[in-house]
């Protein structure tokens, strides 16, 4: 099996936690969309990662349809419930999770224009999108050890990977002061082995 991606995206380091957490061995190809002569667009047509190849040879791409391969290969732990309902609210807390770091990444791409092409509007825009995002994580949490159910899953690995991300991209920006509940929770989702083996670097 064959992980096309970059070191630092959340999306793919989602997909490398999962393999990590089921002990599923696989070949990392570190190759990023951003950079000139990149081969991603022969895996995924629109030209992003992650991107996997299976050890037949087939081909799938976009983080969640990763996810939910690998939870078709049967191997423990599962990271889904096996309840039909139960799963779709996981992955909708899933969804929020790379929706606020699909509103960071918006964020980074604005900063990095021209400051006078950019546009504090987007900018805000996608602010509010992510402080309101989390402050539906921290509702939910509460007490709770993990995001749904009692126990580990997609929905924890997906809002840790992003995260850190924002922690990697924007470390002036301070999500936990006002939201201790989630500043704990991903904390101690940081600290699995699979997350310290699949830290970030620039």
Known sequence: MKLIGSLTSPYVRKIRVLLLEKGIPFEFVNDSPWEPGNHVAEFNP???????????GEIFFDSPILADYLETLGVYPPELPTDALEVLRVKQLE???DGITDAAVVWLLETRRAAEKQ??????????KMERGLDAVEA?????EFLYGGQFSRADIAMACGL???????????WRSSRP???????????RPSFEKTIPVA
């Open 95 to 97: 969804a929020l999770a």
């Open 164 to 174: 850190a991300w924002i922690d990697f991209r924007f470390p002036a920006y301070d």
């Open 181 to 191: 509940a989630l500043a704990a929770h991903i904390a101690r989702v940081l600290a």
């Open 46 to 56: 629109l030209g992003k990662v992650p991107a996997l190849v299976t050890d037949t």
């Open 119 to 128: 546009d504090a509007a987007v900018i805000e825009r996608q602010r509010g």
């Open 140 to 144: 939910r949490l509460g007490s709770h």
